[in-house]
């Protein structure tokens, strides 16, 4: 009886120390990718009366998306609602091999100098069923600044980095006259943020 008793416990310590070390060796689960969060705003400056009209963003009222394929780097942002929507576009051939970088706007005279495209929308209003707005794009108008990307998580597919947008002496967006010689001239700047942004 004390054989019997003793192999069955001898059993079981064996069966508890390969138990032990099947989950020693299971990978640890992988970590949920961490919430997005963002930065957006923009101003324009008026020279001729030394005025700034200027407006910020909270994070969650700023919609997003990103595409990284074999072509290229598209990045979108645009408040929900607001006055200011922008994405810039990348060919793959421009990206650094490690996709992190600083990256030129391309522009006027010159689009073909830059590595971004642009296009920014500015909203007069933006409610639905009721837009009105005006697009300006990097081969109908000057623009400087740069998109740069500070991370690039490949396994969890995640982008972080933040964007400038300066265009200056433009005719102001709220007039809506069709004659430009009358509209009053500033300078737009548009501006943001983003970390952990979700790749598609």
């Given at each position: 009886?004390?054989?019997?008793?003793?192999?069955?416990?001898?059993?079981?310590?064996?069966?508890?120390?390969?138990?032990?070390?099947?989950?020693?060796?299971?990978?640890?689960?992988?970590?949920?990718?961490?919430?997005?969060?963002?930065?957006?705003?923009?101003?324009?400056?008026?020279?001729?009366?030394?005025?700034?009209?200027?407006?910020?963003?909270?994070?969650?009222?700023?919609?997003?998306?990103?595409?990284?394929?074999?072509?290229?780097?598209?990045?979108?942002?645009?408040?929900?609602?607001?006055?200011?929507?922008?994405?810039?576009?990348?060919?793959?051939?421009?990206?650094?091999?490690?996709?992190?970088?600083?990256?030129?706007?391309?522009?006027?005279?010159n689009p073909e100098a830059?590595?971004?495209?642009?296009?920014?929308?500015?909203?007069?209003?933006n409610k639905?069923?009721?837009?009105?707005?005006?697009?300006?794009?990097?081969?109908?108008?000057?623009?400087?600044?740069?998109?740069?990307?500070?991370?690039?998580?490949?396994?969890?597919?995640?982008?972080?980095?933040?964007?400038?947008?300066?265009?200056?002496?433009?005719?102001?967006?709220?007039?809506?006259?069709?004659?430009?010689?009358?509209?009053?001239?500033?300078?737009?700047?548009?501006?943001?943020?983003?970390?952990?942004?979700?790749?598609?």
């Open positions: 009886m004390k054989t019997t008793t003793r192999f069955v416990l001898a059993a079981a310590l064996l069966l508890g120390v390969a138990a032990c070390d099947s989950h020693e060796n299971e990978p640890e689960p992988e970590a949920p990718a961490p919430a997005a969060t963002f930065t957006m705003g923009s101003s324009i400056y008026y020279p001729a009366p030394n005025v700034t009209t200027a407006i910020s963003y909270p994070s969650g009222y700023v919609q997003h998306q990103a595409i990284l394929n074999d072509e290229l780097l598209y990045v979108h942002f645009d408040a929900k609602e607001g006055r200011d929507a922008v994405n810039f576009t990348i060919d793959r051939s421009q990206l650094n091999a490690s996709i992190v970088g600083t990256y030129s706007l391309k522009s006027m005279p830059g590595a971004a495209e642009v296009r920014y929308v500015y909203y007069r209003e639905p069923g009721n837009i009105s707005a005006s697009i300006y794009d990097s081969n109908n108008s000057g623009m400087s600044g740069n998109l740069v990307v500070t991370a690039y998580d490949a396994k969890r597919h995640l982008l972080s980095g933040s964007y400038e947008l300066r265009m200056k002496n433009i005719s102001d967006p709220n007039d809506t006259s069709w004659d430009p010689t009358d509209k009053e001239r500033c300078d737009l700047t548009v501006w943001g943020s983003f970390t952990d942004l979700p790749i598609e």
